[in-house]
């Protein structure tokens, strides 16, 4: 798969993509950055959506070359900036150049990291203009909380004040702060109540708490567990959703229980998990008879390797192999995106099934939604084994759910590796369409 390149020039590292868009970075001194569409227009400043989460990620477990120009990059920081942005996933070069301008920014960045990354960004996130976030940004840090909310036209009360504080740096998105905001505004008591006793709000509780049916199906003891994990995203959140989605349909309409620990959670995704491949291997037509009638057995002497049908990576192969007659059962349409040596498409029905046995998950009732064009699964094989569906929206394709083996969360490494792999693939399938 063709991916960005980078180098790393005089202090600063420029990312090219297939598509011509160039970006570059300079760190430190003097934070700044710029864009360009094609090779041979100017540069323009640019306030990117880069997080330094990225960076970081690029400059560990990217390929050598790559790797060693993130790393340079990340060299020019003090380790103190270095260190405390770290966990933000975007626009972290907006509070790069506060904390450069305000180094006591990074007492705020400790203290309050998801009020620090608000008043870096406070044009995206309040309504301020920009030449006003940009000139008073640098003062707000040493005002009263309550005064640099009501500057961002956030709630100011004292709780709302408390309820920031709590806020972690990887629940600190432009749409989790608008979220935030709305939920502070709705004068919904039990909402307020549940921030306000709340010791830590990451991203996957205020996913959780965004959405107010499943917020009725969680007790406060499930989000006080939800908030000491380590966050990765809203995922979990997702998987909270099928869940309750799916337990009338294997319990026979009964009402879903409310959620009162993850350890109750998991054991409940798993056991669903389970009913539901049952359940799919029972329509799984002609291809029920390359499946045993249960998921947790396997007839004597075979494995799920000879059991199920060998799974055709390269899908231009397999589908010219295949007999015509053949082909639309079998086989799903071509991947919309191109896999690379770590996430592979599953271009058949019986790898889709291998997929869901192997990683004790439900993709196997995804058969229609391939073939309908709704989704896209692969698998991922490293940094982490996980099993990974796209979805279509209106920039391309994007992450529908990542989980490794019996729905758990993948690591922040794994999360970061595969949003890298999206976007450097919908960028290069756009330049193809357009070069064709």
Same mark, same amino acid.
């Given at each position: ?23 570059? =970075? ?8 710029? !864009? ?63 904390? $450069? ?15 620090? $990354? ?20 640098? !003062? ?23 309820? $920031? ?42 996913? =959780? ?12 003891? $499930?989000?006080? #567990? ?120 599953? !271009? ?52 529908? #759910? ?24 919908? !960028? ?9």
């Amino acid at each position: 798969m063709v991916r960005s390149s980078a180098s790393f020039e005089d202090r600063r590292l420029t990312i090219r993509w297939p598509s011509g868009r160039d970006l570059r =970075l300079q760190a430190w001194p003097f934070p700044s950055a710029w !864009t360009r569409a094609n090779p041979w227009d100017d540069w323009m400043p640019a306030q990117p959506a880069i997080g330094m989460m990225t960076i970081v990620t690029e400059a560990s477990y990217a390929n050598p070359g790559v790797r060693s120009t993130y790393r340079r990059l990340l060299a020019t920081l003090p380790r103190e900036p270095r260190e405390a942005l770290r966990p933000y996933p975007c626009y972290a070069w907006n509070l790069l150049r506060l904390v $450069f301008r305000q180094p006591s920014a990074l007492e705020l960045v400790a203290d309050a990291p998801v009020l620090a $990354f608000a008043i870096a960004n406070a044009s995206r996130v309040g309504y301020v203009r920009d030449d006003e976030a940009t000139a008073r940004a640098p !003062t707000m840090v040493h005002k009263k909380r309550a005064e640099m909310l009501q500057w961002l036209s956030l709630p100011c009360t004292k709780s709302a004040v408390r309820i $920031f504080a709590k806020v972690t740096a990887t629940a600190a998105t432009v749409a989790a702060l608008r979220g935030l905001r709305r939920l502070l505004k709705s004068n919904d008591d039990d909402v307020l109540k549940l921030l306000r006793h709340q010791s830590t709000i990451n991203a996957e509780v205020l996913a =959780l708490l965004m959405n107010p049916e499943l917020r009725r199906g969680v007790t406060p003891r $499930f989000l006080e #567990e939800l908030g000491e994990i380590r966050s990765s995203g809203a995922y979990i959140v997702e998987r909270i959703n099928y869940t309750l989605r799916d337990y009338p349909i294997v319990y026979e309409g009964r009402r879903p229980p409310r959620l009162r620990s993850l350890e109750q959670f998991r054991a409940l995704s798993a056991d669903i998990g389970r009913r539901m491949i049952e359940r799919r291997l029972a329509e799984a037509g002609p291809f029920r008879d390359l499946l045993p009638s249960s998921v947790n057995e396997l007839p004597a002497g075979e494995t799920w390797d000879t059991m199920v049908a060998p799974n055709p990576d390269d899908w231009h192969s397999a589908v010219g192999n295949a007999p015509t007659s053949s082909r639309t059962q079998r086989f799903f349409p071509k991947p919309p995106l191109p896999g690379n040596a770590n996430i592979v498409p599953l !271009t058949s029905v019986s790898a889709l099934f291998d997929e869901s046995v192997r990683q004790r998950n439900c993709v196997n009732g995804y058969v229609s939604r391939v073939r309908a064009g709704q989704t896209y699964i692969y698998r991922v094989l490293r940094p982490e084994r996980c099993t990974l569906s796209i979805v279509p929206d209106n920039r391309g394709w994007a992450l529908g #759910e990542l989980y490794r083996s019996c729905n758990r969360l993948p690591s922040p490494r794994t999360t970061a590796a595969v949003r890298q792999w999206l976007r450097a693939a919908n !960028t290069w399938t756009r330049a193809a369409a357009v070069g064709s």
